[in-house]
């Protein structure tokens, strides 16, 4: 590859811990808090929201700025509302910090100082609100490389909590998330000329270079896609960390990298193609969460990602509705529409995935993770994901465990279930054809339209041969986010990163 002319870095906020309010690096304050705080140092603070709530009942519910006795001069604050009723969770914290961020950024604030939440009725509030403040705080790509001096929105975040070193640490471990995340929305959010799949392979690359803890390798070779993953081309980027060992679990990741997704011969027509670059964001999860890993380096664990990049494109190379392709487990697949390409690309990397595990894994999990179908945005709406279990994973949890783990972080999932429908579905009925890809309608508009497609991911890796009646059971989640990932103008969000990290890698580093 040729020498770029500048070094591709992910975005990171510079961040430090702050042991006196009385510093004076900072030219605002963001309390970020469900009650007023009753900490002694935050008792002035504390007595001007009150001031201001006297004469205005709204700064209750909608925060306000004050002027305070202090170096910084100005008080952001930014409540989370109510955190007790039945339906409230921990992204009450992250969206009032990133409001509470936006609302300083607004106001002048070149330096904010955040001050990170005591209530403990969410165990992570605190890391929860830095990460919602570092979200507000991301500059896209683009704009970064393009208009370079703009590619920091402050001179520094100041972290202030009453006990320093815990905020020590959770600086540090934010940071390792953020990098991340960053890296995830940076792939994610690349317009589809930025993030073409050449340009995908050359920004992991770059990411990943001198670090002792990724092994990384490239499939571009259109032999090799003939021959190894005959339902994909394009690029497949392979990502893989070994911890320290003994190794007790094995992380297998497939992404969905459709860097745009015209819809192919089945072309997306009547305006619905806007927003189309964001259909990689499956695979730019997988990189961000293999930055995270690579920064946390957990102990005992070992995390394949596979990165499934591709432009779904309309032309005389592109495929076609009716083709009979066998995929790489031998299953023979009818294309019943080229929109249905997500599940086409990972289709044979998860076949590998399997043959991997059949040849030694130690407790491994596969999972593919996907921005696969409108369905799951009816289903969910907007800022959820949907996880769906095979037998084996079923019975150990696995739905559950990322459920859990994902609410602790404001990363939340719903459970469905794949059903026996969703097999007979994808069953072909032609003669020589065993699976059906998909029906000729959109998901949105197909009954268990987003289940489905996880029945058509087992049957054509040949996963249905690892269930509970199998004598090698392999475990297997789907993870469809295409309500989580985010739409545009939103930056994308780069879930389920922390649902992932809380699930499989909290406890570990
Ligand atoms: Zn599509």
Same mark, same amino acid.
């Given at each position: ?34 009650? +007023? ?10 007595? #001007? ?45 992250? #969206? ?70 815990? /905020? ?68 497949? +980027? ?5 911890? #320290? ?15 745009? *997704? ?172 065993? /699976? ?18 996880? $029945? ?33 103008? *939103? #930056?994308?969000? $780069? ?15």
């Amino acid at each position: 590859m040729s020498q770029l002319p500048y070094e591709i870095l992910p975005h990171i906020v510079p961040m430090k811990t702050v042991k006196s309010l009385n510093d004076s690096d900072y030219d605002g304050m963001v309390l970020v808090s469900h009650t +007023l705080p009753s900490h002694l140092e935050l008792g002035s603070l504390k007595a #001007e929201v009150e001031k201001a709530i006297k004469i205005d009942k709204s700064v209750e519910t909608d925060g306000c700025i004050r002027e305070v006795n202090f170096p910084a001069q100005r008080l952001i604050y930014s409540p989370t509302g109510p955190i007790n009723r039945d339906y409230d969770d921990a992204r009450s914290y992250s #969206e009032a910090a990133a409001k509470g961020i936006k609302r300083a950024l607004k106001a002048g604030v070149t330096s904010p100082l955040l001050i990170l939440p005591f209530e403990r009725k969410f165990v992570h509030a605190d890391l929860v609100t830095l990460l919602g403040a570092l979200e507000a705080l991301y500059v896209p790509i683009q704009f970064r490389e393009d208009v370079p001096e703009k590619n920091s929105k402050i001179k520094q975040l100041g972290v202030w909590g009453p006990d320093p070193s815990a /905020v020590n640490t959770i600086i540090s471990l934010a940071l390792a998330l953020e990098i991340g995340r960053s890296v995830a929305r940076d792939i994610g959010g690349g317009d589809p000329e930025r993030m073409s799949p050449p340009r995908v392979e050359e920004y992991v690359t770059n990411i990943f270079k001198n670090n002792p803890h990724i092994k990384l390798q490239v499939i571009k070779d259109v032999e090799v896609f003939k021959k190894e993953y005959p339902l994909h081309n394009g690029r497949i +980027l392979m990502l893989e960390y070994e911890g #320290e060992g003994p190794i007790d679990c094995t992380l297998m990741l497939v992404g969905k990298g459709v860097t745009y *997704d015209t819809g192919g011969a089945d072309i997306k027509a009547g305006g619905v193609m806007a927003g189309m670059s964001r259909d990689k964001c499956g695979a730019a999860a997988v990189a961000g969460f293999l930055k995270v890993v690579s920064e946390l380096k957990p102990k005992r664990i070992k995390v394949i990602g596979a990165m499934a990049m591709v432009r779904n494109s309309v032309g005389e190379e592109c495929y076609v509705s009716d083709e009979i392709i066998a995929s790489r487990s031998k299953v023979r697949v009818r294309v019943g529409n080229t929109d249905a390409e997500g599940r086409m690309a990972m289709a044979d990397l998860l076949c590998q995935m399997k043959e991997k595990v059949v040849s030694g894994e130690i407790n491994p999990h596969i999972m593919t993770l996907a921005t696969l179908t409108g369905h799951a945005c009816l289903t969910v709406g907007t800022g959820y994901s949907i996880v769906m279990d095979n037998g084996p994973a079923r019975e150990n949890g696995q739905s559950k465990l990322l459920q859990e783990a994902g609410s602790i972080l404001g990363d939340p999932f719903e459970i469905s279930t794949i059903r026996r429908e969703d097999f007979n579905f994808h069953k072909d009925k032609g003669e020589g054809v065993d /699976v059906l890809q998909c029906n000729n309608m959109p998901s949105s508009r197909t009954p268990r339209g987003h289940q489905g497609p996880a $029945a058509f991911l087992i049957l054509s890796s040949g996963l249905d041969k690892h269930g509970l009646d199998s004598s090698v059971p392999i475990k297997y989640s789907h993870l469809d986010i295409a309500a989580s990932a985010g739409d545009y103008p *939103d #930056e994308p969000t $780069a879930s389920p990163i922390l649902a992932l990290y809380a699930a499989y890698l909290e406890g570990r580093h």
